[in-house]
């Protein structure tokens, strides 16, 4: 069986790993001060949404309805810069959070394309 080459922009892939990264510094790094729950609450519904927009759109049955998941998608990027403006402001900036932010653009961007 041949295994399928990965592509440096398989958006699938990127926005799972965006998400699960996403997810353990939200965890880990991020100090637990109840003035922050609310923004780390909507940081990981609008960043793991993208993902799950971008899956879902995976198995649409017609290029409109891809379209249409992917503009989802795109919008839960948006918002989901958003919050990072505000953590970023509300938290030490550590390089993690600069690499996520980074990870972020690169998935609007190919959103943006697509």
């Known amino acids: 069986m041949i295994e399928k080459p990965k592509y440096e922009y398989d958006i ?3 926005s799972v790993e965006f998400s699960i990264r996403l997810l353990k510094y ?29 899956h ?5 049955q017609s290029v409109k309805e891809m379209m249409r998941y992917y503009r989802i998608a795109l919008k839960s990027a948006n918002e989901s810069n958003y919050w990072f403006i505000l ?5 030490e900036k550590e390089e993690i959070l600069m690499e996520l932010k980074k990870e972020l653009n690169t998935l609007r961007n190919i959103l943006e394309k697509s």
Not at 43 to 50: E, F, M, N, P, Q
Not at 87 to 91: A, F, K, Q, S, T
């Open 12 to 14: 699938k892939e990127k």
């Open 87 to 91: 953590l970023e402001n509300m938290v």
């Open 26 to 54: 939200l965890d880990q790094k991020v100090e637990k001060r109840k003035i922050l729950y609310p923004l780390i609450d909507q940081l990981v519904r609008a960043g793991t949404s993208v993902g799950a927009n971008i």
């Open 56 to 60: 879902e759109a995976q198995s649409s």
